[in-house]
């Protein structure tokens, strides 16, 4: 009696398993889905690079151990295109966000656990259909992000 009840655990516990990957899975999808549904919105990666240029070419939009965060960048109705960018990195840590090549945007700032999350908004026609972002604690290597380029 206790095999099979230990039997019957241990399928109840896989298939628990496969059931959360599955769910897992339609989630992701889901947020892709969503992600391009939008025509105004672009989402990319902060990846913790020294330099650039100002189009972010070099900058993978992938993820790897160097993803220090996401951004996302929606073009509004009102002319205005609005960024919201979320990071975990250095806690307690001030960042100086700009528009690459263009202009700064504002700071971010860490919490003591490294996490932040912050808004900016600059007229759309400041830039072309490509750019990217630089995020800035200093000038020591390791202590920059670049944008992965934002095309619209």
Request: charged residues 15%; contains cysteine.
């Amino acid at each position: 009696m206790r095999q099979r009840t230990r039997a019957l655990l241990r399928h109840g516990l896989i298939w628990g398993a496969v059931g959360a990957a599955l769910a897992a899975s339609i989630s992701a999808l889901a947020q892709i889905t969503q992600r391009q549904l939008d025509p105004n919105q672009r989402q990319v990666v902060l990846v913790r690079q020294d330099t650039s240029d100002c189009s972010g070419s070099d900058v993978p939009n992938v993820g790897s151990p160097l993803v220090g965060g996401t951004l996302w960048a929606t073009q509004l109705f009102d002319g205005n295109t609005s960024v919201k960018i979320a990071m975990t990195t250095r806690p307690n840590t001030t960042y100086r966000v700009s528009l690459k090549c263009v202009r700064p945007l504002g700071d971010l700032t860490t919490d003591d656990e490294g996490v932040a999350n912050v808004s900016f908004a600059f007229p759309t026609n400041l830039v072309g259909p490509v750019y990217s972002f630089e995020l800035s604690a200093g000038d020591a290597p390791g202590s920059k992000y670049q944008s992965a380029q934002v095309k619209f």
